[in-house]
């Protein structure tokens, strides 16, 4: 975890150095007008605040130089000391000489002021303008200068974001080129396309890379929040952060920055209970949340877990039959996962009280549709006294996805893998007509399972996915999907391969169809739609 | 909860002194840079006690205080100074500063001063 | 990748002349093939560059200006649930555009198959508006018509009764005994009513 020590250092250093440029820009002004007051001042001010800043942070240094420097010129101020050009060169090299202390405070060489412009600091300042004394000459700062750039570039996301089209484009017209030099035969084409494929994906993780961050940034910001919102709610909270060099791209952090923000808050002031309550559950008085990422595959997972009071399943049941999301019978017998699925309803709360930092109107829907609207998943897991956990899987990156392609109707779409559980081929005979759906048994679990035919494509009046006869063939490929703890068998037609896809959004006006979550090309130059799990699930219950 | 408002031209001290403040307990209302600002944010967020820094690009830390007793003559400011600066900060007390605190400061010097200052 | 530009037709075609070469299939968007002779405009007279297309038996035009290009209907890929209206998705040059049939759109009735007009090949007008493209499916090639200004009758009357509600109408042009409905495809575009292909 990035400590507070390091993030004073990074300010530190920061203010430092733009100090330092001012500096060295107004003792340039002031060789040229050496009786301008402001100018005095300003350098006064600027060697002044260098001075204090490393001497609370102890680069003492820093602090010495700057105090010498700072003294100096304020003999000049009161004109006890003239800006001579002997004196004008000494004060150059001291400023210098900051600048080479700063730019080196990480550097595991320390560098040491040089002796003899320190003397020749000394000099000026205790002399007072007593010239017989000799000012040596300082050669290192003023031969060997040298002007260096940051080996670091700030650059606009817009302009990352700008470059990942491009390459998405990029990606699409190569695949395009690989397939038409298969249909051509051409050696040398082939050769090319070869070349332009490994080209190209090494642009793609370059551009990608470039845009990944540190989770760090973001959880490095829950220490500070954490403690504001507990002190507000009389907790006491262990934050506990891991996995905070794993990276992201920054766009998805920027997206689920609310998201996580809400959940801490609710942690904290649903979750854990208060000091003397836990101390009859007998728990630690403190409550403890832990929030952590790790990779997984291409995904990074994000997990936050908290060991406070839980989330009561019969009080959500409770709501969930009363909003009318659910009859009451049929409740009875949900599986938990399913309970807690509820939660992510539009406007679904069990919280009684709406605090300062929870509540506010907003519920966990809007943190689902934030993780949904980048491609990742949400999951809650719960345990009554105990604690919840939510986990987050998101994509690494934006633009390219791994997805798996099939078709229906002759129409070719293309699924999210981070929203495929598995993909399975069944006998019709293995599916059963169950109520107005029909269900299979995967590995002793029983998922319902839909003709994506039937959903995609007939009469919505006549919609019927409980009958088996619709089906084509005896053997039946299902894309098994996962959405909000809920499994769903989608029966495909044709079933292609995985591929890594560049989704791009739909334009204006379709962009709100949100069946879709947005379009490929694929190398033969077809269109390709890509599902959208969540607007499918939906659709699919709201069809039943 | 104490509002405070911190005045200083170092992005670098009003980081310090806002995270001493904050988990202490206290509401930091506002962070001035510069005197103009400063005196803006007196009257904006009215706070229960301002920390000035003597020396701003724009103000003396005394116009600024002048300033801010000038419309708000209760207003409890406390002055942040380096060593050296003894005469101003003696020129601050006449002008009705409550107390000083001198840079480099110890987070316990911080928040006793604070602390009592706001007391009184 | 250069998007082609129908407004390069300078001159002055006195007849409708047609802006893509038929029946031969073209590989690219065509641009206006503008064969009329060079006229010199009517002086003062203001000037309105149309293309003119059929929506079941009746002419339609949209000025020139909004017109991104004039193609072969590509391959379209259906999008299911959507209204019906829109026949889907398609790939031109690399942008993926919505294609809308206007006929089904304001309830028109498509005219009997024309003898001689392969059904197989359609054209679609490419709208370019401010923040997206759409392409408009017709039966038979765009024409292309200059006409004066004032040959176009702004406030028609009857326009309460038609189904094409009266602001997407620019106005209605009388040219020889052929009514023209000039449509503001913008006014179009930017309804809430196309908006609402967004509902499912």
New interface residues.
Partial sequence: MKS?EQ??KE??IA?ALEYFDSLNRHISELEKQPQDDRILA?I??LL??L???A???GYLQISDVSHKLETAFSLIRNKELSFSDEVVTVLFDGIDMLGELITNVDSPIPVEPDPVLLRNLDIIVDSLSDSTIELAKVQKYTTTKNLSLSDLIYIQIKKLDHMLNLVG?LI??RDRIISLSRELNNDDLKVVSSHLYRITEELQYSVMDARLVNIGTLFNKFP?IV??IA?AERKDINLEIQGQDIQIDRNILQIITDSLLHLVRNAITHGIEMPEQREKAKKSRAGSILLSARNDRDNVVIKLKDDGRGIDLKKVKKTAVKNKLVAADVAEDLPDSEVLSFLFEPGFSTADEVTEYSGRGVGLDVVKNAIDSIGGRLQVDSKLGVGTTFTMQLPTSIAVKGALLFEVDT??YAIPLLHTEQVIALDKDELHEVGDVMVADLKGETVTVVYLHEL??ADEATINFGDKTRLKGQVQNIVVVSYNNRKLGLIVDKLYRQQDIVV?P?????D?????GG?T?LGS?????VLDVPAITR?FIQKR | MKRILIVDDSFYMRTMLKNMLTDAGYEVVGEAPNGQTALELAKETNPDLITLDVILPDNTGLDVLKGIKKDQPDMKVIIVSAVGQEVIVNEAMEYGALSYIVKPFSEEKVLEVVSKALQD | MAKQKTEETAATPKESTPVIDTPAPLQNGAKPNDQGKPQEPAVKEENVHLIVFKLGEEHYAIKIEQVKEVTITPSITRMPRTPDFVQGVANIRGDIIAIVDLEKRFGIRPAPVTEGLNPNVTYTLVIEAKEYSIGIVVKEVPQSLNLAMSKIDKTPSFLQDTNIKDNYIEGIAKVDSKLIIVLDMFRILSSDEIKQLTGK
């Fill in positions: 507070r993030e004073y300010i530190f203010e300003e006064f001010r002044h605040n001075k204090a800043n001497k609370a942070i484009e699409i017209d500070r403690r504001d002190s129409i070719f995609l494509n791009k739909l334009s204006k006006p379709l709100k169809v949100d069946l879709y379009v090309l130059g077809k269109v390709c739609l659709y």
